[in-house]
């Protein structure tokens, strides 16, 4: 079974973590997010209902996913974040940047 689905509808693309966003998924799904971010892409909405746990990896992936979106005037959504992460993200203040909605 995969970590992820990416799934792109009009011009967001849709990314459903089935698995923690540590650094031993991000290699596979930072390749494979750049295979699907066509110029067309100015959203990318990253579900995390099933995920419990973020590293560094993860949270570099997220930040570099929003700056390529940045320059072409789109942005990242973070979306059902487990409660512990959310309040890393804001230690961290990363909410903002990287549109982050809880559970």
Do not use: W
């Amino acid at each position: 079974m995969s970590e992820y689905t990416i799934e792109k509808r009009d011009h967001v693309l849709h990314l459903t973590l089935t698995a923690d966003l540590t650094a031993s998924v991000v290699p596979g799904l930072q390749a494979a997010l750049r295979a699907a971010l066509g110029a067309d892409v100015t959203e990318v909405v990253a579900d995390l209902l099933h995920t419990a746990m973020l590293d560094s990896s993860g949270i570099g992936l997220l930040i570099a996913t929003s700056n390529a979106l940045a320059k072409r005037g789109g942005r990242i959504r973070v979306v059902n974040v487990a409660p512990d992460i959310l309040q890393l993200l804001q230690s961290m203040r990363l909410t903002a940047r990287l549109n982050t909605s809880g559970r």
